[in-house]
């Protein structure tokens, strides 16, 4: 990639920030759906050996959208502070941000393999996988294992976004996907390893779009951002102003993964472990079809970021609301196909005689809980900014608030205190992700009102 190509990408995101978060977000769309798409895949093909692996996946899935969060939320923070730095037209700054992304990322890679593999079984227990622990047991370690190519996607990929290179990180993470889609079945069923062979593929195939990544950031050096290690000062200050958005967003998704576990919990104490592996199979879908709104969230931090770190709010407002429409746009049509076809995308978790029971149960609950999806472009849009503009702290209280206290509080009362039971946990689920991002919209607007009026006010970068 020529200087010229380099600085129309940073153009195109000083520019319009409609045009700017279309062009981001389409190819982040696919490149998360690819990602949700590939993490179904391990259940799709493990469905075919039985429920209780299939289960053990469910248990397991909340740790591995753990080490996930981790890699987006110090992504975000990378691609916040760097944008913010564009924005100001401060490339050293960039530059040494993105640096300091990358020793985040070598921390971490360190870090999560000595502090979750020794206590892991109790850790599964804990979560409720008692009763498949031999099954959740492997796969969980060897995902803790590779979680360095978790990570280092998460940062990177965020470090190509924040300059608005969203094609290379696309091709990245795009050809994982296919990667893992492609092996998977082999490792699983021709090799025979079973759901060893399902964590073991994922993981090769995170490789090799880290090792894409790396290649073009640090031998090829055609990004906008200068990583070489000349360029690299270390500044408490830029640590401080990554961490202040980096960890607020690695809650959220610990928070998105807590939900998960007390909700199998909550439906442990309700169901069976058939109802557990089915609503497994049915959130599984639900997550992809959230990627569209992620995807357009993640664009807007971007784009928030650049507008914030060059004062100017409007587009800072355009981005924002922008970004609301396109996700409820597209989610609106994603729960009309779901709610129509929702017995035809039960099929494909089962299609064999071990799991054919589970089919009907799951087309039920995806009729229900898919409302979900339209619930989640507004509050996750209003967050997604206050990334990019480097207030993590309302970002995270947006969400403790919509995700955790406003959902379980209703699941709680509609499953225990009123009856419900199941369907108090797919009924909370929806209307706290409703209630919350409403809510997250008044907070927003109340935010940008209070910026409009210190216009004259330099904001930190």
């Given amino acids: 990639m020529n200087q010229n190509k380099t600085n129309n990408k940073v153009d195109l995101i000083r520019g319009d920030p409609k045009i700017a978060i279309r062009s981001i977000a389409w190819p982040m769309i696919l490149t998360l759906v690819l990602n949700m798409v590939y993490n179904m895949v391990d259940r799709v093909w493990v469905a075919g050996l039985g429920a209780d692996p299939l289960a053990a996946i469910g248990f397991v899935t909340p740790l591995f959208i753990i080490v996930g969060g981790l890699a987006n939320g110090f992504g975000a923070g990378a691609n916040s502070l760097i944008s913010r730095y564009i924005g100001a037209q401060d490339k050293a700054n960039a530059s040494n941000s993105a640096l300091h992304g990358v020793l985040i990322a070598l921390v971490l890679s360190i870090l999560i393999p000595v502090l979750l593999l020794p206590f892991l079984d109790q850790i599964l227990i804990l979560m409720g996988a008692g009763s498949v622990l031999s099954y959740a047991r492997a796969y969980a370690a060897i995902i803790i294992i590779g979680s360095f190519t978790i990570i280092f996607n998460g940062i990177l990929s965020s470090q190509l976004r924040a300059e608005g290179d969203v094609k290379r990180a696309t091709i990245a993470l795009t050809f994982t996907g296919i990667l893992n889609m492609i092996i998977d079945p082999i490792f699983i ?217 406003l959902v379980l509080v209703i699941a709680y009362i509609l499953t225990y205190i009123m009856g419900f039971g199941a369907y108090g946990i797919y009924i909370g689920l929806v209307l706290g992700a409703i209630i919350g991002s409403v809510m997250a919209l008044g907070v927003f607007e109340v935010y940008y009102n209070r910026i409009k009026r210190l216009e004259n006010d330099s904001p930190q970068v």
């Avoid at 031998?219 to 951002?225: A, S």
């Avoid at 607020?248 to 104490?269: D, F, R, T, Y």
């Avoid at 929702?342 to 099929?347: C, E, K, N, T």
């Fill in 189 to 405: 069923y021709t090799l025979g390893w079973g759901v060893d062979g399902a964590a073991i593929a994922t993981i090769l195939s995170a490789l090799a779009a880290m090792l894409m990544m790396i290649y073009w950031m640090f031998i090829k050096k055609d990004t906008y951002v200068d990583l070489n290690r000349s360029q690299f000062k270390y500044d408490n200050t830029i640590m401080k102003q990554l961490i202040s958005v980096s960890l607020p967003a690695s809650v959220e998704q610990l928070i998105i993964s807590l939900i998960s576990i007390i909700m199998n919990a909550m439906l442990i104490g309700v169901a069976d472990t058939t109802v557990v592996a089915a609503y497994t199979a049915a959130w599984s879908i639900i997550q992809v079809g959230i990627m569209p709104a992620v995807g357009i969230g993640t664009a807007a931090i971007t784009v928030a970021g650049v507008a914030y770190g060059a004062k100017d709010y409007q587009k800072l407002k355009t981005a924002c609301y922008y970004s609301i429409k396109l996700g409820l746009i597209i989610s609106i049509i994603l729960v009309v196909l779901i709610e129509i076809f929702a017995p035809q995308i039960a099929f494909i978790f089962s299609y064999s005689a071990t799991s054919a029971h589970l089919g009907e149960t799951i087309a039920h609950i995806l009729r229900i809980i898919a409302i979900f999806i339209v619930g989640v472009p507004v509050g996750l849009s209003c967050a997604s900014v206050f990334q990019g503009m480097g207030k993590g702290t309302i970002s995270l209280l947006l969400t403790v608030l919509r995700e955790l206290v």
